[in-house]
């Protein structure tokens, strides 16, 4: 009689304890959701859609603290433009999106879906000192002739789409080869060069020009093309003046003019370390994972 009451207890007040039974189609169904999710969430770490990402998370959690505290007046206006916000997501992601289903249908798409491990170690990679001699040294033998120079180096985000507007290079990082793209009247001199990790990867390559008022009037189309680039990505961009001989360097949207030899070299230092730290962050996730799987056996 106690078990039957406790039965009846149970399936009354009690029903949503029950555990669902999980057959192996639902932890195939899992795992592939899984796997869906975290090369989507790569994507968009990989693009400058991270940073769009991130404002609509910012939205997202504002919207959830106004349901918390019942802002009915926000809560209606959110209501209201989630259609919108839907339509506005596809068209800023729209070069984002199409680039995504024009690889969609490359034949070699599963192999670069399931090698992940090749892509994780190419994006941790970082750049030599030897880079940074090379990029220093290039960069103030230009100045004291005044042969104009813009030098965009990758960062998080990747340079993908803008390396597309440009002719490959993939060669070494070196003073002579930086100093002779830059020369004047040669093929190459005339736009951005693309560094990423020790190569230098394209040449002649079409960067964004920055639209903010608050510019200089002084500042000509590579300044304003560094800036540009800064601001949709988190690359580091340096400018050798044609006029002056200046140097500038571009980071996050701002311009520091006239940059000393040392500064440009501990600037690029700072760089260097973040990317190992980012690298060695990555293996220790990935070693800790593995050992995890190791002890399991």
Known sequence: MDLERFQVFIDKY???????????????????????????????????????????LVLLLFTMVAYIF?????????????????????????????RALEQLGRKNIFGKVFNTDAVGRGNNEHFSDKTINEIVRAVYQMARVKTGALIVIEQEVGLGEYERTGITIDGVVSAQLLINIFEHNTPLHDGAILVRNDRVVSATCYLPLSDNMELSKELGTRHR??????????????????????????????????????????????????MLEDSRRFRLWKGRHRNEGEADL
């Open 14 to 56: 009690l029903f949503w304890l029950s555990v669902p039974q999980i057959n192996p189609i639902d932890i195939i169904e899992i795992l592939i959701i899984s796997f869906l999710m975290y090369q989507i969430l790569r994507w968009i770490k990989s693009t400058r859609a991270w940073m769009l990402f991130r404002g609509i």
């Open 225 to 274: 093309a560094a800036i540009g680039i800064s601001e949709v990505t988190d690359s580091f961009t340096i400018v050798v003046s044609e006029e002056t001989g200046y140097v500038s360097v571009a980071l996050e949207g701002k311009l520091q003019r006239n940059v000393e030899e040392e500064t440009l070299r501990g600037l690029l230092g700072d760089i260097q370390n973040k």
């Open 70 to 98: 019942q802002m009915n007046t926000i809560l209606w206006l959110a209501s209201k433009t989630i259609n919108v916000g839907i339509i506005a997501v596809v068209v800023i992601f729209q070069p984002e999106l199409r």
